[in-house]
């Protein structure tokens, strides 16, 4: 079986299918087979799960999925590349190509019925972002999240409150998921190698998510509380055209703090509270 993590493998398919790269959608492709048994291990990838991976590549991560047993939808949003690894994994059954994007599909509807899933990717920055609060804040059956992001953004979803990196993506991370770094990882593991180096992270969503209001009101609670860094929350809540006397008052909190200081579950809370002083 051929080996798809392989430098070689990677380089002869570039090649051989006249494969143009898309810069827009972030193509940089994982030639090191160590750091896709890293994301395997941390994954617990075995027989019997089922796993859903964002951006299949030229597979090398399918297949490690894969080989341990796991059945894996991979999604894939270039459609010539779809075909390609499609063909090259067809000795796998229990393997499934996807093409399409994968912050327009409907990711619940390729979760088999009363299957809990894990997810498995290697996101490029442009998605980051949108496609890991649409996991966390969807229906999706998600008992563990396994992702290779930027080493900037790792460092954003792993930052405490009172930092310079913790910010409204921070908090709407740590609201639904405990995060925690796997490993740090070098450019040179892709093909061509990006402009920065990554990270691995796992995520665990909460059973139970800390008590807060409607999705759109918590969110416009924390955009506006980081909209403008420098002012205090009482001035930023203003700011988003919030009542923020009343809102801070039914919240019990001091509206001098900044918002940067305060946790996910203050940020609950605070939304509770906005959605009473409507």
Known sequence: MINLSAPSTVRRLIRENAFRYKKSIGQNFLVDGNVVQTIVKAAGAAPGQFFLEIGAGFGALTQGLANSGASVVAVEIDA????????????????????????????????????????????????????????????LPVELLVVMVQKEVGERLLAAPGTKDYGALSVKLFFHAEVELVAQVPRTVFFPPPHVDSAILRLLPRPFPYPAADPATFSRVVRAAFAHRRKNLKNALLAAGLAAEALLETAGMDGKRRGESLSPEEFGRLSLAAAACR
Not at 83 to 89: D, G, S, W, Y
Not at 112 to 133: D, K
């Open 80 to 139: 010539v590349l779809a075909e390609v690894t499609r063909k090259l994994l067809a000795d796998y059954p229990q393997v499934q190509i996807v093409t399409g994007d994968a912050l327009r599909l409907d990711l619940a509807s390729l979760v088999p019925p009363g299957q809990r899933c894990r997810v498995a990717a290697n996101l490029p920055y442009y998605i980051t972002s949108p496609l890991l609060i649409k996991l966390v804040e969807s229906d």
